[in-house]
């Protein structure tokens, strides 16, 4: 009883501190990090987590040179940045992040919402600029996002990334493949080789039965698992 009553006031500060820190997280938008029910509300509810603005002037700076690089074909104004909340296995509460094209963000924010209220999950939405935009380190760290200026891989055309039109999601679980001509299997990331087996169960797996599918679907996205000449199952993209 006595250690009780001396460990209480102990327990109550540590959630006063969490409450602290979330509320804090949430203010500056510290995307990749853990908070709590009560932050959220003392933030203004769920809704004031899920929104689309231009580009910030210190994740514009993020972007340069890595998922973003002087070109023709998108601007600035082009492009909007959500901030959204995601869960996982977990079941915790995260801070997520994203660059899209502008036209898209709407629909974008109200997918992630109802994969959100549905506790579907997705371990980390952060920008590729944490990555230095390397599409291969953040796919191995099973990283979910959208705008990157970048070709398809291995090609010359123009990544529907690029155009902030396509998002990858919970990319290592869903990784995209292409069988070549002498019988090898070209995978990204390379360390996902044994998730190209989707006869296989295994955690965040995509298939046609899941939320996210439906979700991106009934929007009029089109699925990279669907593709009949390479797999990308991480992938789904609004063709112009
Ligand atoms: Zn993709």
């Known amino acids: 009883m006595f250690l009780l009553f001396f460990l209480f006031p ?4 540590a959630q006063t501190d969490s409450l602290s820190v979330s509320i804090h997280n949430l203010r500056t938008w510290t995307a990749g990090t853990t908070i709590t029910a009560e932050a959220v509300t003392a933030f203004g509810g769920v809704d004031s987590c899920f929104v689309a603005m231009p580009i910030p002037d210190d994740v514009w700076q993020r972007m340069q040179g890595k998922t973003y690089k002087p070109n023709p074909h998108i601007a600035r104004s082009d492009l909007h940045y959500l901030r959204l909340l995601h869960t996982d296995y977990d079941h915790q ?6 660059v899209c094209n502008r036209r898209i963000a709407d629909v974008v924010l109200d997918i992630f919402r109802q994969l ?5 999950p997705i371990q980390q939405i952060l920008l590729p600029d944490v990555y230095d935009a390397d599409d291969e380190r953040q796919m191995r760290a099973n990283n979910t996002s959208c705008f990157c200026y970048r070709n398809v891989s291995g090609s010359k055309k123009l990544s529907a990334h690029a155009r902030g039109l ?8 869903n990784p995209y493949y292409i069988n070549r001509k002498n019988g090898t299997r070209y995978v990204q990331p390379s360390t996902a080789r044994q998730y190209c087996d989707r006869t296989r169960q295994f955690r965040y797996k995509i298939d046609t039965h899941d939320l ?13 698992g669907s593709w009949r000449s390479c797999k990308d199952f991480q992938h789904f993209e609004l063709t112009e």
């Open 10 to 13: 102990l327990l109550a500060v």
């Open 93 to 98: 509460i995260h801070l997520g992040e994203m």
């Open 116 to 120: 959100f209220d549905a506790g579907y």
């Open 166 to 173: 396509a998002i990858d999601l919970n990319s290592l679980y």
């Open 212 to 224: 996210a599918y439906r979700l991106f679907t009934r929007h009029g996205f089109t699925w990279g």
